[in-house]
């Protein structure tokens, strides 16, 4: 098992960026494939982005052009990278490993999440 912890959100004036990171323990980042969710105020965790192992990405349309998924296995760190901040995107944002089943991302963990505050 994965154990997971992000960092790096906070509070932020719209048109402005975040990196957020999650320490992955051991090898985990290089190991599996990663995601990053958003769970937005009274709604349900929602995968947002993914990269596998072999760096494939993908964004989902409605934060594609402003979100970015990397990683750097040497330091066990995954990254979401968010320009041009927007008052919807305030949430808390949680990274997760997991694999791909074909088209489908199965989580098997994910950290304590970093809330991502978006003021106007």
């Known amino acids: 098992q994965v154990h997971l912890v992000e960092s790096g959100g906070g509070l932020v004036q719209a048109g402005g960026s975040l990196r957020l990171s999650c320490v992955a323990s051991g090898n985990g980042v290089s190991g599996n494939a990663m995601g990053w969710y958003q769970q937005l105020p009274g709604s349900q965790r929602e995968l947002v982005a993914t990269i596998t192992e072999d760096n494939r990405t993908e964004i989902k349309d409605f934060v594609k052009g402003r979100f970015t998924i990397s990683r750097d296995g040497a330091k066990n760190t995954l990254y979401l990278q968010i320009d041009n901040l927007q008052p919807a995107d305030t949430a808390v944002y949680y990274c997760?490993?997991?694999?791909?089943?074909?088209?489908?991302?199965?989580?098997?963990?994910w950290g304590q999440g970093t809330q991502v505050t978006v003021s106007s």
């Open positions: 997760s490993a997991g694999r791909f089943i074909g088209r489908y991302y199965v989580r098997d963990s």
